[in-house]
């Protein structure tokens, strides 16, 4: 998940447009410039931030539709303390999520901030992933309808689309299914098969993903769960032709960074903070911390 977005993205200078130029080491090729993640001054300002992107995150998947009952669980670390990380509460709906609802749990699954219940599920796949991956910001599962459909397959997602091209050689596939995820040892199995890649197809049970921010976690969910549903209905039909491997991987340094999945994301959250104004509304106890 390193942000290796150089052949096409290219960080803009201050006060740069967003645009894009004629690459002059590859005639007949461009260069975008992109906007990039924010950076803080503080740990209080970054973890306002984290949060709001996580709330945002869940009002989105509700608008989606990728949430399922009282399953499915997104996590963010904090900033100031890596170790212990945001989650959402057991039972509550991922529409009426706020920032104030959040739980802060460390990797014992006690909870420091919030007094709701946690799901047992969402520590024990949350902290083992969160626990092999440094990386890993945030990560995201849900029981989607076109992802629970693709995991009973048992299969990796095809090169068959651009957009699938994003997962290329990056996912993997946890095979079997032993039942609701209650005990350390399949979190760690989870974390163990996930190894470096940003997603996992879990069989008969639906993704995960994980993303250096809140925002590349959230799209790489979005983004597999269309892909689950583009190639469902591409072999429903016939026998989907697949991408080269040289053009597949080539479109992967592209479609598939990390600086891509957080910018794909901007568009769902300009939508759901125009729609959901309440998502912005902050106080100094959401940005402070005293444990």
């Known amino acids: 998940m390193e942000n290796d977005a150089v052949k096409f993205f290219k960080a803009p200078e201050a006060g740069t447009k967003i645009s894009f130029i004629k690459d002059p080491n590859h005639p007949g090729k461009f260069v975008f410039t992109m906007p990039q993640p924010p950076t803080f001054s503080s740990f209080a300002e ?7 992107r996580l709330v945002a995150a869940f009002r989105i998947f509700a608008k989606l539709g990728l949430d399922e009952g009282v399953g499915g669980h997104l996590t963010c670390r904090d900033p100031e303390h890596p170790e212990l990380f945001w989650v959402n509460p057991f039972g509550l709906s991922f529409s009426c999520i706020t920032i104030k609802d959040l739980l802060l749990v460390d990797h014992e699954g006690t909870v420091l901030v919030g ?23 945030a990560a995201c599962h849900s029981h989607s309808v076109y992802g629970k459909a693709f995991s009973t397959l048992g299969r990796p997602v095809l090169p068959i689309t651009q957009d699938a091209c994003m997962f290329y050689k990056d996912h993997a596939v ?6 609701v995820v209650a005990d350390e040892a399949e979190g760690e199995r989870m974390a163990q098969v996930l190894g470096p890649c940003k997603a996992l197809v879990l069989q008969n049970h639906g993704l995960l993903t994980v993303g250096n921010t809140v925002d590349e976690a959230a799209f790489w969910f979005i983004a597999l769960e269309k892909a689950c549903h ?3 209905l591409a072999e429903a039909a016939g026998t989907p032709a697949e991408i080269s491997h040289e053009v597949a991987a080539d479109s992967y ?12 994301f901007q568009p769902y959250y300009q939508m759901i903070t125009r729609e959901q104004p309440d998502i912005l509304i902050v106080d100094d106890e959401d940005a402070r911390l005293e444990l």
């Open 230 to 232: 583009v190639q469902l």
């Open 174 to 179: 946890l095979p079997g299914f032993n039942g």
């Open 115 to 137: 007094t709701s219940p946690l799901n047992a599920a969402a520590f024990v796949i949350h902290s083992k992933i969160h626990g092999a991956r440094e990386d890993a910001v």
């Open 253 to 264: 340094k592209t479609v598939g960074s990390s600086l891509s999945g957080w910018f794909n």
């Open 46 to 52: 970054e973890r306002v931030h984290r949060k709001q």
